[in-house]
């Protein structure tokens, strides 16, 4: 059974990175599958952020381009959220997930 | 950016009440590999959203058949015959057609 987990500081001043891990267990990230952040704001809309691929590769979405980078690390099956400069707008519940599969999500609050 | 408008945003159902949401898009779903990549999710109170539906019409494993999903080109459609307690929450329909993915506004399913 694949599961994912999300870690990370629930709260980071305006200006700031945020970044959060996705711990992944029971499958290898490098064998297959786009690994994707996902968030929900506060109501019910979601954005998806973008993916870092099984090879590597990273397709953002373009509305947050300048400020987001995926990594991972392949030796701990980990990948990685970076997103700078946040604002209050960026408040919201940061999923990691590859659409069949999601962590429980982890709140993140932007505020002086 | 492909636009998904879910409707409604809201729906009110008894236990055994057969009903259907609504997902269309403004511009086709279906690939140049001929796939058509529109997903259902739901996501009950307090959970992370589970995948129900992908590819329009397939059912995720463990999910109940009494969730359907149809449709092609810009209208999609998922069905609950026969509304459960456990199926409250909020369900999104998602594609990954187009980059970015992106989702529907979400419809909230309660009791009536």
């Given at each position: 059974e694949i599961q994912l987990q999300e870690s990370g500081p629930g709260l980071v001043k305006p200006s700031q990175s945020l970044s959060l891990t996705c711990s992944v267990t029971g499958y290898t990230i490098t064998s297959g599958y786009d690994w994707s952040w996902i968030r929900k704001f506060p109501g019910n809309k979601m954005e998806?952020?973008?993916y870092i691929s099984y090879s590597g590769s990273t397709n953002y979405n373009p509305s947050l381009k300048s400020r987001i980078s995926i990594t991972r690390d392949t030796s701990k099956n980990q990948f990685f959220l970076q997103l700078n400069s946040v604002t209050t707008e960026d408040t919201?519940?940061?999923?990691c997930a590859r659409l069949d599969d999601w962590g429980q999500g982890v709140m993140v609050t932007v505020s002086s | 950016d492909v636009v998904l408008t879910q409707t409604p945003p809201t729906l009110s159902a008894t236990i055994g009440q057969s009903v259907s949401i609504s997902c269309r898009s403004s511009q086709s779903l279906?690939?140049?590999n001929g796939n058509t990549y529109l997903n259902w999710l739901l996501q009950r109170p307090g959970q992370p959203p589970q995948l129900l539906i992908y590819l329009v019409s397939r059912l995720e494993s463990g999910v109940p058949n009494r969730f359907s999903g149809s449709g092609s080109g810009t209208d999609f459609t998922l069905k609950i015959s026969g509304v459960e307690?456990?199926?409250?929450g909020v369900y999104y329909c998602v594609q990954s057609?187009?980059?970015p993915w992106t989702f529907g506004g979400g419809t909230k399913l309660e009791l009536k």
């Open positions: 998806w952020m973008g919201a519940t940061y999923y | 279906l690939h140049s307690a456990e199926d409250l057609t187009h980059a």
